[in-house]
């Protein structure tokens, strides 16, 4: 596959700062693990404690890390109440037990607080080393300066508008949504002459090349009609295509044919509806194999699968190319994915933090606890230091309790007249329980009808059914961009390669933080994967992909991140072995939560109750909130639940 050997790719070569922690060297290569921090931190009772406990700073394998779902896995796998020792009772006693410390949970915390008074006891619960879920902060620091990178959720935004629930904590928060344009510096990449490519793969299309990226930009701003004229002849010009692959991309991205006559707009939106784009493309529009493999990995990003496994209307709507011809009715058509559904609204209302939405975490943690994040506003949290130690203090209302795992929920007698709910959870190979009045479920659903046993089975299943969308969000920190700025680009598109998108980060500057502002200064590169196998029902790519996540070591997938860079930026001079300074890649098997489809879900189709609304029931005194409660893959999704979820136990 490729001619690279491990020393050229700088495989195994020590980065300096990561070989020593409080000066105790902890790691001969490249990537530090948490289970090292914890490791590191043995001697303190609580690893939270101990005064090098900074999760942001780890590299390697981050997001879903080593060691945070083992107890999890073993309750799924019915071993691990025959491992575990007989729960001690903490004798803590709280108003609230939230599961789950990401936006939901924390958002719960902070919606009960406001109803039950700021002197109410709340402890979350969650199982990684990091509070924040999917909102996941990086840290790179050097001599000269700290980057940040997102490690999951990348920004406040969402294909419909937020709520006034949502936008309400968003401003309450601090943030200043359309105050954004002053801290983004949009046109430098521009005023460098950079701009998107493509990048064709040997593998895939016979040769390596970047070409200029004249693909329609799916689901993003509409681009100058004269640019596109332009750069389509360059496109074609320097694509390594065949002749008939070539005149079957002009001919679909210029045609006006109407490939379904003699049907009305419905007519062809309900057929559209039922086919995959890729079967659009080659069963109607008739292209070659080329073609679809160019468009194949553009939605991953979005839906965790390609053109195979998305609808032909859902590509429509986020303005694939192949429909102009059709005179479809703009109105959405019955069975849209919403994130298929233009709306510019929603598309106004966008704010990137440079660790995305993790200063949103960031931002409830210091309401909830405010001696844990100094500060006051919602720009200097950017570079406000989380005091780890200070989360869950005794004396404090709020406790957020990392690295602890609920294995068992469940209400002291009868649910419908029960005055309390026991939860039971590891930490660090114990069993521990605390009572609480109330229990608001903010976990993955998937989770929980294993800790949750006396839910109804219809629940269950409908919970079971929101299996997460897995990807990868890989931040790669380099020395200096001056490759990009040769090559001409700071976006790439490499449908065939590991990755399927490489971007340098979104400039932005805030509340302190400077971002990398010329080619000699170093950046960090965004890459995003999603491990598809395509040609299977999106669920059962999902699941497989879960595996591949979950069984991949960070060798394997270090080797093919600096594998991939030297092959796309190499003619630029990038050397992987000198260039690259860290890498961390946010593992998420359990991603984006999962969005119904026409091609997938008849119900979505058809009509009637769907299992988000069977799986978010309230039980006695449990609620559930979480993303997945809305199926719906966004930060306003999970505050929304987090609000409602809230009102169903505070509502008596
Ligand atoms: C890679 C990625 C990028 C995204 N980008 C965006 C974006 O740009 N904009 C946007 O709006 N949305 C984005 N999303 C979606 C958004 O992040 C989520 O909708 C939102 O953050 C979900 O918050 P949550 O609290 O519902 O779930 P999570 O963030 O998943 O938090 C739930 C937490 O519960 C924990 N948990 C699970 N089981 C247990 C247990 N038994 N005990 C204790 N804790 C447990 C989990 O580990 C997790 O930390 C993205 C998602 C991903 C994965």
């Not at 799924?76 to 025959?82: L, V, Y």
């Not at 105050?179 to 950079?194: M, W």
């Not at 998420?588 to 769907?610: C, I, M, Q, R, V």
């Amino acid at each position: 596959m490729n001619d690279w050997k491990d020393p050229e790719l700088g495989m195994g070569r020590g980065i300096t700062r990561r070989d020593f922690l409080n000066g105790v060297a902890l790691t001969a290569g490249a990537a530090m693990l948490s289970s090292d921090l914890l490791a590191a931190a043995d001697m303190h009772a609580a690893p939270e404690q101990s005064p090098g406990y900074y999760p942001p700073a780890l590299t390697g394998l981050r997001g879903s890390h080593p060691g945070s779902f083992d107890a999890a896995h073993s309750l799924r796998d019915g071993t691990f109440w025959e491992q575990a020792g007989a729960p001690v009772d903490t004798g803590e006693s709280y108003d609230l037990v939230v599961v789950g410390g990401g936006i939901s949970g924390l958002s719960a915390a902070h919606f009960f607080r406001k109803v039950a008074g700021s002197s109410a006891r709340v402890l979350v619960l969650e199982n990684h080393d990091d509070f924040g879920g999917h909102a996941k902060r990086n840290e790179f620091s050097s001599p000269q300066r700290t980057l940040l990178g997102f490690g999951g959720t990348f920004s406040i935004e969402s294909p419909a508008p937020y709520s006034a629930v949502a936008k309400g904590l968003i401003e309450e928060l601090g943030i200043d949504v359309p105050s954004y344009p002053k801290y983004a510096n949009r046109g430098l990449y521009r005023s460098f002459g950079l701009g998107p490519k493509v990048f064709f793969d040997k593998e895939t299309f016979g040769a390596d090349k970047l070409v200029i990226n004249q693909l329609p930009r799916i689901g993003g701003e509409s681009e100058d009609e004269q640019a596109r004229a332009r750069d389509l002849e360059i496109f074609l010009q320097e694509a390594p295509f065949s002749d008939a692959a070539k005149a079957d991309y002009r001919r679909l991205v210029t045609d006006k044919k109407d490939y379904l006559p003699g049907l009305s707009s419905d007519e062809k939106k309900a057929r559209l509806a039922r086919m995959s784009y890729n079967s659009f493309l080659s069963d109607l529009v008739k292209v070659s194999p080329e073609v679809v493999k160019l468009f194949q990995a553009m939605p991953q990003g979005l839906f965790g699968v390609g053109f195979d496994a998305v609808a032909a209307q859902d590509a429509w709507g986020l303005g694939a190319p192949g429909f102009a011809g059709l005179n479809l009715d703009p109105a959405p058509g019955k069975g849209m994915n919403r994130d298929a559904i233009p709306n510019e609204e929603a598309e106004k209302y966008f704010f990137h933090f440079p660790d995305g939405n993790a200063s949103i975490a960031r931002l409830l943690v210091r309401q909830l606890i405010p001696q844990a994040i100094p500060g006051h506003s919602a720009t200097d949290v950017v570079m406000a230091r989380a005091s780890y130690a200070r989360l869950d203090e005794k004396n404090s209302p709020v406790r957020i309790r990392l690295n602890s795992t609920a294995v068992r929920v469940r209400h002291q007698g009868d649910p419908a007249s029960a005055r309390g709910v026991e939860i039971a959870y590891a930490r660090r190979g114990k069993v521990y329980t605390v009572q609480a009045a109330h229990c608001i479920l903010a976990c993955w659903h998937v989770v929980i009808p294993y800790i949750c046993e006396q839910l109804p089975d219809k629940q269950k299943q409908a919970l079971s059914s929101a299996a997460k969308v897995p990807l990868l969000y890989t931040n790669v920190a380099i020395r200096n961009w001056k490759a990009f700025q040769k090559l001409g680009t700071n976006a790439i598109y490499t449908p065939g390669g590991y990755h399927s998108y490489m971007n340098l980060d979104l400039p932005v500057s805030i509340g302190g933080y400077e971002c990398s502002q010329k080619p000699e200064e170093p950046i960090v590169i965004h890459m995003m994967k999603t491990p598809c196998k395509p040609g299977r029902s999106a669920r059962e790519q999902h699941l497989l992909g879960r595996v591949e996540l979950f069984t991949t070591t960070f060798e394997t997938m270090e080797r093919n991140i600096r594998e991939q860079l030297a092959r796309v930026l190499g003619p630029g001079g990038f050397d992987p072995a000198n260039d690259i300074t860290a890498i961390t890649v946010n593992r998420w098997p359990h991603g984006y939560a999962y969005e119904y489809s026409s091609l997938w879900d008849k119900f979505w189709l058809e009509g009637g109750e769907t299992p988000c609304e069977v799986a978010r029931k309230p039980f006695g005194r449990i609620a559930i909130a979480n993303a997945d409660a809305g199926a719906y893959a966004y930060t306003d999704c999970a505050i929304d639940h987090a609000h409602r979820a809230v009102g169903e136990i505070t509502k008596s």
